[in-house]
């Protein structure tokens, strides 16, 4: 069993459109990520979420969201999609949230997310 | 504000050999580091977390240690495989209020060729 998976895996889109991408974890983990990785393959972090705190990275512009239905899944929603926006999308999660989500962090396969 | 450096950035070997990886970073107040691997278009895979209280963590042919004092982690890899051909990539971790917030190196790439 996959223990997080995201969807699509390709995601190809216009400029300007507004786009979600699903990330679902069956680890029972608290906690959630979503990283950015660039086309230089260098890996930040977007969000951290763990069910009563949402840390935002301050470089993150506002036009991106995450929303979380439930612990178990944490979707990410972009309006108005840019160019630079282009890039491989990926969701984690930890457990641990007495810790703050401090033990091992399993990654998703990736969104390739591509601007056109 | 914490930043992560790798060296070498990539790295060819002949398969047999043990190898060091190395993962620097700038504020020793850390909670935790992890290395990963990375295939091409793949997702990340953890290899070893290693704790702060920690010295250093071991798993089949890879041993992680982690030097907080001085900002340092190195990654050994005995006998190398070509199996282990990948981006290396390591992570430290830190507290933002209740939450834990991972900061990450750049990467080595490692070609381990027969």
């Known amino acids: 069993d996959t223990a997080v998976s995201q969807t699509p895996k390709y995601l190809v889109t216009q400029m300007g459109n507004d786009k979600s991408i699903k990330c679902e974890q069956n680890l029972g983990h608290d906690t959630m990520y979503w990283y950015k990785q660039d086309s230089k393959k260098f890996l930040k972090i977007m969000f951290s979420?763990?069910?009563?705190?949402?840390?935002i990275n301050e470089t993150v512009p506002n036009r991106f969201s995450p929303k979380s239905p439930d612990k178990a899944h944490l979707n990410l929603h972009i309006n108005s999609l840019e160019l630079g926006d282009s890039a491989v999308y990926f969701c984690?999660?930890?457990?641990?949230?007495?810790?703050?989500?401090?033990?091992?962090?399993?990654f998703g396969p990736g969104t390739r997310l591509t601007v056109l | 504000k914490q930043e992560v450096t790798q060296i070498p950035a990539a790295l060819s070997v002949p398969e047999g050999e043990n190898l060091v990886l190395n993962c620097s970073f700038t504020d020793s107040a850390i909670y935790n580091l992890q290395w990963f691997r990375q295939d091409p278009g793949k997702g990340l895979t953890s290899l070893l977390l290693?704790?702060?209280?920690?010295r250093e963590q071991t798993s089949g042919r890879l041993n992680a240690s982690l030097d907080k004092s001085s900002g340092r982690s190195t990654l050994y890899i005995a006998a190398s495989q070509p199996g282990d051909s990948a981006t290396y990539l390591c992570a430290v971790g830190r507290a933002s209020g209740g939450s834990y917030i991972p900061t990450f190196g750049r990467g080595t790439s490692l070609i381990v060729h027969p």
């Open positions: 984690a999660s930890s457990q641990g949230r007495t810790s703050g989500g401090r033990g091992t962090q399993y």
């Open positions: 290693i704790q702060s209280s920690q």
């Open positions: 979420y763990n069910n009563k705190e949402l840390i």
